[in-house]
């Protein structure tokens, strides 16, 4: 009989086996079809995951969604990077997303929309002169009659086009003197139609080496006008942004989600670089034996498998942690610069494991490769990482 880790209920147990299977069946032919053509994720698949009601993992109950934390969230995430990372990551455009507004009645129908998979959303936070640094965002938004006017320059908007409606975190004022420099920054929802930019906002897509699956996005705001009803009140459809602590507390609360998320994402993309591994060991002859029969190899292997293993144990810990209401800021950024790096070094063995053939397009692991490099960038840096944690453990 195996034994269960100490997380491990029924119910969390048949919602991993339900994604693993998604993952496998579904998400992975896809991935191996349409990763390479840098094609977006067909409007079936994203159907699919909603069928699951994962879209309303985080969204409580009463509110249409499932009810679950932040630890079955990654859960499922995990399974689903494990086929394809971009599929895993459009999960967290629902989750309460663009749901933040101060109408309590919209809020709840927005809500339960979220949680259906028809409420998906982008988030344009980065600028080209503002990506760690979120204080320094210089797009604007000045008060018109009844509502406010957007204009500027957003990068990384993920799924821009395809989405709901783009969040865009804007300065309405400038700090007054003794405030800190993200006085003044609100976040907004820019409502529109799936396929088109509102009046006011074109793009240019953002051509990535991977990450495929949905575009990425360079945005120009001109001019895009927004009622005052759609000034949110929060990001990441967080329930606990309190209104008057403003737009820029709740992004930093939810960038603590986000990065375990990250972290968990890393784990999936690493298992699947193992995987694949393990059975090419076991499929590639040299020699007159499998190359799996050789110790240099083996052993490479097992670190790999200590490695991902690892990761997963933490990142499960932080997850409990954040459903358990703890401060966890530090342990948010150990575990995404712990998990993101591990993810770089075990896709990268995985390569040199399958020698030429890791080279080529015509093996998964070059894509676990690519993707496990972004890991360390979004979501906040290595380095931004290492820098939240030693600013906890030393003066500043």
């Not at 992975?28 to 909603?50: H, I, N, T």
């Not at 712990?338 to 390569?351: F, G, L, Y």
């Not at 290492?386 to 500043?396: A, E, G, K, N, V």
């Amino acid at each position: 009989m195996d034994l269960l880790p100490p997380w491990a209920t029924p119910a969390r147990l048949q919602l991993q086996a339900q994604a693993r299977a998604f993952a496998h069946d579904v998400v992975l032919p896809l991935a191996d079809q349409l990763d390479p053509q840098k094609a977006e994720m067909p409007a079936a698949l994203v159907e699919g995951l909603a069928g699951h009601g994962w879209f309303g993992l985080t969204i409580p109950a009463q509110d249409g969604g499932l009810g679950l934390g932040v630890f079955e969230y990654c859960l499922v995430s995990e399974e689903l990077a494990r086929g394809w990372l971009s599929v895993a990551s459009i999960l967290a455009r629902g989750q309460g997303l663009g749901t933040q507004v101060r109408d309590g009645h919209r809020r709840r129908e927005l809500l339960k929309r979220s949680a259906e998979g028809e409420w998906i959303g982008s988030i344009a936070l980065s600028e080209p002169d503002a990506g760690s640094d979120l204080a320094g965002v210089a797009t604007t938004a000045v008060r018109d009659g009844d509502g406010w006017v957007l204009s500027g320059h957003k990068r990384w908007a993920g799924n821009a086009l395809a989405a709901d409606f783009v969040e865009v975190l804007a300065r309405v004022r400038e700090p007054e003197p003794g405030e800190p420099r993200s006085a003044g920054l609100e976040p907004f929802l820019v409502v529109k139609d799936r396929g088109a930019f509102p009046d006011g906002m074109t793009g240019t897509v953002i051509d990535k080496i991977g990450y495929h699956g949905f575009l990425t996005w360079d945005l120009v705001l001109d001019g895009v006008r927004v009622p005052d009803s759609d000034r949110l009140t929060g990001l990441y459809g967080d329930e606990g942004a309190a209104q008057d602590e403003g737009g820029f507390a709740s992004v930093q609360r939810g960038l603590n989600i986000a990065r375990v998320h990250t972290a968990a994402r890393a784990v999936g993309v690493a298992q699947g670089a193992l995987e694949d591994t393990t059975a090419y060991l076991q499929e590639r002859e040299q020699f007159g034996h499998p190359i799996g029969d050789f110790q240099a190899l083996r052993f490479a292997l097992a670190d790999m498998a200590a490695d991902v293993a690892q990761a997963r144990a933490f990142w499960q810990q932080v997850a409990h942690l954040l459903d358990e209401g703890a401060p966890c800021e530090s342990e948010a950024a150990m575990v995404k610069l712990q998990a993101t790096e591990m993810a770089v070094r075990v896709t990268n063995q995985a390569m040199q494991l399958h020698g030429g053939n890791g080279y080529t397009t015509e093996r998964r692991v070059e894509r676990y490769w690519r993707d496990a490099r972004l890991t360390t960038i979004f979501e906040g840096t290595s380095e931004i990482q290492r820098r939240t944690i030693s600013d906890r453990l030393l003066p500043r």
